[in-house]
């Protein structure tokens, strides 16, 4: 009796986005765990989160976290509710958006693919 050939199969790649986030949600996403770098804007905790303890002020069209730029567009989801609401909802953040926070380790890890887009070197 001859042998089933095997089939050999490739490891499944991760699911880019996998909790299904909206563009906003992403953006926001994406602006927090830049936030979470900085320990000027943010405090990690023994549980491995990390509150964040201040948001730039804007000035013109744009604002800092660090060295790096972000547009003014890139972070309406910062002082939007239902933002929040929907990144505790996922597990990505806990607290009382945007006032009182952290970003869990889910939100820290979660993988925005939008760094290099919305975060830019500064030039001032």
Not at 24 to 40: D, G, I, K, S, V
Not at 92 to 110: K, Q, V, W
């Amino acid at each position: 009796m001859l042998a089933e050939p095997t089939v050999e199969t490739a490891p499944a790649m991760p699911k880019k986005n996998p909790l299904n986030l909206n563009p906003l949600q992403l953006r926001t996403l994406t602006l927090l765990q830049e936030l979470a770098r900085h320990p000027e804007l943010s405090t990690r905790l023994d549980s491995g989160e990390v509150l964040i303890t201040g948001v730039p002020t804007p000035h013109g069209n744009h604002f800092h976290i660090g060295a790096r730029v972000v547009a003014s567009r890139d972070a309406t989801g910062l002082a939007n509710p239902a933002v929040g609401a929907a990144l505790a909802r996922k597990g990505l953040i806990d607290g009382d958006f945007p006032t009182a926070f952290t970003l869990t380790e889910a939100g820290l890890a979660y993988d925005t693919g939008l760094r290099e887009a919305i975060l830019h070197g500064s030039d001032h």
